[in-house]
């Protein structure tokens, strides 16, 4: 088909935002405002589903202020099983989910960016940037040094990864094998670079970039330190470890920490400060050997009181 009864076929009926969230009352509000506002913009059926993944269900007072929005309850911990819990409340009228967290607030245009780009080019899975909203709680060298710079395609572009902070997945992709958020890795992480990594195993499968489906993501105080950089990179250094051979992870990880921490020292030298390729590749080195020898980072780890 091309043309107009192309189009037809590509375009997506109802689409579902779903969001999963654990204690974070103000960004969710700030969310779901700009959400419900670009879906009257929109003037297409489309559903807001906030999954509250706090037993107490905190999240369930802020959604009552929100008569479009659907709200569900997944008292099991875990980033995973939140996920999951969206993916059950779809039904048999939706043709698309949308995922995005809730730390990020939607620039101008981005719902109509990311469900039109689906139309237009029928890809099965649309993602877009992810750019930092930085305050003036930050440091300094955290700025200068790249650390919250995001990838950046060029629109029509095939990404390597695709993670669920700014993500359309049509459902017709989905069914054909349900794959699920893998709960093995709920507590560490990644379960959604895997889960996009097995539908697009799968079958053939089309993942492009939208330039113009642009998300703002908070960068939180608790995350705008040393500490917690250092972890993230080796966290995700323990992600990409899981996709190669127990060996090779190893040796790539040690490869990489032999290139890395002498730039560290370098650019502790000359710029008085870490810079982010440096560090990373540090870190990630770290991660990769360390998920090697069985030594992951658990970064949603919560405590009795669910912090």
Not at 93 to 106: G, K, L, N
Not at 134 to 142: A, E, H, K, T
Not at 248 to 254: E, M, R, T, Y
Request: hydrophobic fraction near 45%; glycine fraction near 8%.
């Amino acid at each position: 088909m091309t043309g107009p009864e192309a189009a037809r076929a590509s375009a997506i009926g109802q689409a579902v935002i779903s969001i999963a969230t654990f204690r974070r009352p103000a960004l969710l509000t700030e969310l779901l405002s700009v959400c419900v506002g670009q879906v009257r913009e929109l003037g297409r059926s489309v559903r807001i589903v906030v999954v509250d993944n706090d037993p107490a269900r905190s999240a369930g007072e802020v959604v009552a202020a929100f008569p479009e929005v659907e709200y569900v309850a997944e008292p099991e911990p875990g980033i995973a099983a939140a996920r999951n819990r969206g993916l059950d409340a779809l039904t048999a009228r939706d043709d698309a989910i949308i995922f995005i967290d809730d730390d990020e607030v939607p620039a101008d245009g981005w719902l109509r960016a990311l469900i039109g780009y689906a139309d237009a080019t029928g890809a099965d899975v649309v993602t877009g940037p992810v750019e930092p909203l930085i305050d003036d709680r930050v440091p300094s060298w955290i700025i200068r040094g790249g650390f919250w710079r995001r990838q950046h395609q060029t629109t029509g572009a095939s990404p390597d990864s695709v993670a669920t902070n700014n993500t359309l997945l049509r459902l017709s992709a989905w069914r054909r094998h349900e794959y699920r958020f893998s709960q093995a890795l709920s507590m560490k992480g990644g379960s959604d670079t895997e889960f996009f990594k097995n539908i697009r195993a799968g079958s053939a499968v089309s993942v492009l970039w939208c330039g113009d489906a642009v998300v703002k993501e908070h960068v939180l105080p608790e995350r705008a330190n040393a500490k917690w950089l250092f972890r993230r990179a080796i966290r995700i250094g323990n992600i990409n470890a899981r996709y190669r051979g127990r060996v090779n992870a190893f040796v790539s990880g040690l490869a990489r920490i032999a290139v890395g921490a002498p730039y560290v020292a370098v650019d502790l030298l000359i710029h008085r400060q870490p810079m982010a390729r440096s560090w990373n590749m540090l870190a990630h080195g770290v991660g990769m050997a360390g998920n090697a020898l069985s030594i992951d980072v658990v970064e949603y780890r919560r405590v009795k009181s669910g912090a």
